[in-house]
């Protein structure tokens, strides 16, 4: 049995580019003949649309495509592609849809299942849109085999009282599909490799931790790959055999190939800070590019999360479409903006200088010495900078990225409107010390194509080894100790608990940008924290 | 049969001062020896706490809070509070909690109803962290009548498959009561009425609208009152008889009396704009108040938006708390700051002026003329003046709050970290259109305690009958007819649509402080829109 896995990247709500992308995939197979060609969870429509499935406009715009579609895949191979159509019950106030995986041949399509197993945890709101199928559809027909097929939540049944799985098994199912959009986590690939050993095996523990001799069932997990906001599809699709990954598709990339039972895995690992890193790129990419935002802006302080965000963002859009601004201060060390300089240099992205002192003086006299006192003077210069970078993108267009780390905003060591600010934050889901480690991932192994890097590194040497400081008055050092503070503060918020610093900048965390998730738990959409509690 | 109804004001995870709340409640009414004295849904732990139910201390230490209250209830009438339990059945990263209403008396307490309907929708992710119940429990014995009990949606069931009402008559019910935690929207007490109605009758519909023959069985609707974040609760519980609305308490205020089923309508009606800005006033007072935030600054710009602010945060929080703040620029009409100044002194908040001048000429230098030029220039403006508001907050303490209207947001027509900035939006789920309305019954009803108002209003007439202009270049007029547009814009907000500006601006409004709610669809929480989308 041949079978094509078509990890593509697919943007929510765009009708008519999904459906191209999936005609083009799937013609770029057919001479190889495959079997199936396989694509992921909500294909038609992308993934997740979450509220515009309240228009009903576009529920039926999505109906409509996805029949096109299995009009126009007419003498392609069979597709399995996933959409959604109307559920027989009615909901009050619901869209009350199923989320399907359809089967296209010769035209025509049909429901291979209906998935049952609805997520409403961290970022998933499933039961806000869609609702349960209420029985496991037997297995389809595939080039003589019985095809079992299941829809990303449907194959993480371990605590849900339903088991798609076991049941397709019990109706003779001799391989598993999973068609999935499972967002990337930090080493979260081990975890899919974990249930789809468990669907293979008995739905019961097997009799040793390793006991697969019970079965040789294949079972081939094709994930979305691409950025949507805050979230990150990693792609990673695998085939199992014998309870082994036997074939893997790239991470972070589109892939689309004819997988064999026979396979040996054949892809590069990518683990640990390659893998954030990678992540990251993808998302921030994506957001770009998905926004036709042309152009992106940070602010460079010569300090390392600036600096790691500015070697992203070179990496993810091209040195050509980033610019890096310094705002020194009366404060701001002559090293600060000398190794932002350095940094953009080496990068090869853009680089200007504003000084701030003017309107920092302007301020003080405007506001009067009581109200640019303290910190109160702190966050008028962090704002002031705010104002200088988004004069850049009001002029050329294009965005302000932020860049934040996620122990700052879980302390709440940043200020509102001023270094809070930019539309999307790479490393608003990466703890300080996740951070520092990535920076020395980037001196150590990051190579950008024309090769132009500093001696250790492409971030200079007095970035790394400087003590964190925001710079904000004379002889500034940060209050903490973020080797120490970092994992505290990120077992915080993985256990969904808080502290009083915390609590009291979560009304500062509702008004950040897009945080790209990296982590079990980040702040955004998958974390409903109110901000009046006691 | 005598019913007590403890319209109570809760605060999330404020368990003590929620138990003593509950304890004073009854101990005020105890002497009326009510045969039942009956508090809204989750009484204990307040309502929304959202994904503080991740946290298994916080669950834990409701449950002992709960038991508490049962205890030192001992003495007092019987109650019927909210709070929940662990469920028999475990959901995967899922708090796996029921939504129970107990009955406590003679220190004990036992489950009188499991809350079947979960919504969903809007505001609502309430399977996010509840398991429904999985049947009807039947009604309890109060006072030798058979009482049936029932949870916020339960009495919403028309579009679900299970229907809680009907079976506790099936099973005998004499009396229905629904415990509530249902948010104030315009208008929107007319459907408890309904539905409550609905319940009395058959599940079925009558055989004419309004043949209510089959039943004369009372039906009481007990709701929280207060503000949380977003949501507002009215209060305004009620109870039926013979289908009719025989007695209800105020709306906006707690109100813990003994209702009696022979009572008549006592109440005043609470309509129209009055309806819209008490709830407005609730809202801003327990966001302050709950979060002790003392003071309270509006950036008064002489226009209609921020001069309906003020008199909201002057009836909510008291003059003394509240100060405006006007920022002329070298393109505000001189009538705008004394409009501004006129309106602070008849409303006795605070006022200050501070010229916009030298801060506006600096930033000019500072990034150049390309880069402060056009809408730029005028974005730089709005941001300095958040600079200026925020520095008073910095240096005095509390917040700031917004002034945005719904029908501006919806446009994108505002500066993100500008006119955006503020911690709390009264008027962001409130179109320019009915904010003109609510300006002139302020005028034309709102008295406050001194009686110190101008001849046509406490809302100089300037302001009411400008053009409406943002005034950040010379002669600027607002490009929109706004009678025309608001309700434009409000209906593909309610119909979940979208045009270019909106989606435009999508990213903006994901960076909003609170907007209070007030419509069917607020920007916020209960309007999960990707940014990232076609």
Request: aromatic share 8%.
């Amino acid at each position: 049995m041949k079978l094509a896995i078509a990890q593509i990247n697919t943007t929510v709500g765009d009708l008519e580019g999904n459906v191209r992308r999936i005609l083009d995939a799937a013609k770029s197979v057919a001479d190889q003949k495959p079997d199936l060609i396989v694509f992921p969870e909500l294909t038609v429509c992308g993934y997740p649309p979450r509220d515009i499935l309240y228009d009903s406009s576009f529920v039926e715009a999505v109906q409509h495509a996805t029949l096109d579609l299995a009009r126009q895949a007419e003498g392609l191979p069979p597709l399995l592609v996933g959409s959604f159509a109307p559920a027989e019950q009615k909901m009050y106030q619901h869209p009350s849809l199923n989320n399907i995986a359809y089967l296209m041949q010769n035209g025509e399509m049909k429901i291979a299942q209906v998935k049952q197993l609805l997520p409403v945890y961290d970022v998933f709101y499933e039961p806000r849109w869609f609702l349960a199928g209420t029985k496991t559809l037997p297995p389809i027909n595939i080039a003589g085999k019985k095809v079992g097929v299941m829809i990303c939540e449907d194959m993480w049944d371990e605590e849900y009282p339903v088991h798609p799985g076991a049941d397709l098994k019990a109706m003779g199912a001799e391989m598993l599909i999973c068609i999935s959009a499972s967002p990337y986590r930090r080493g979260g690939g081990e975890g899919r490799v974990h249930h789809a050993e468990r669907q293979v095996v008995s739905i019961r523990p097997a009799k040793s931790a390793r006991d697969y001799s019970t079965t040789e069932m294949p079972f081939v997990f094709v994930n979305l790959v691409g950025g949507n906001d805050e979230l990150i599809f990693d792609g990673g699709s695998f085939m199992l055999h014998g309870a082994e990954v036997v074939a893997e598709a790239e991470k972070f990339e589109e892939n689309v190939k004819v997988f064999n039972t026979k396979d040996t895995k054949g892809t590069k690992e990518v683990q640990g800070e390659e893998e954030v890193f990678r992540a990251l790129v993808l998302g921030l990419r994506d957001f770009a590019d998905k926004n036709h935002l042309r152009h992106a802006f940070i602010g460079l302080s010569g300090g390392i999360d600036s600096s790691v965000v500015a070697v992203i963002a070179a990496e993810a859009l091209g040195r050509e479409r980033v610019t890096g601004v310094a705002i020194p201060s009366r404060f701001t060390d002559a090293r600060s903006t000398e190794s932002a300089r350095e940094l953009a240099s080496r990068l090869g992205i853009g680089f200007e200088v504003v000084e701030l002192e003017r309107m920092h003086k302007a301020a003080e006299q405007a506001v009067g010495p009581k109200r640019s006192d303290g910190v109160a003077g702190e966050n008028i210069q962090a704002r002031l900078r705010m104002i200088i970078l988004m004069s850049f993108v009001n002029q050329r267009g294009g965005f302000l990225i932020n860049t934040s780390n996620k122990t700052e905003l879980a302390l709440g060591y940043s200020t509102l409107y001023g270094d809070m600010a930019g539309a999307i934050s790479p490393l608003g889901d990466v703890t300080k010390a996740e951070m520092i480690r990535l920076g020395k991932w980037i001196n150590e192994e990051w190579k950008e194509e024309s090769g132009k890097r500093g001696e250790g590194g492409v971030i200079p040497q007095f970035v790394m080894e400087r003590k964190p400081s925001a710079e904000l008055r004379a002889d500034q050092v940060d209050p903490f100790d973020y080797e120490k503070i970092s994992p505290d503060m990120e077992a915080l918020v993985l256990s969904n608990q808080s502290n009083p610093a915390m609590r009291a900048s979560e009304h500062k965390r509702w008004q950040m940008g897009l945080v790209l998730k990296v982590s079990e738990k980040s702040f955004g959409r998958g974390r409903l924290m109110p901000i009046t509690r006691r």
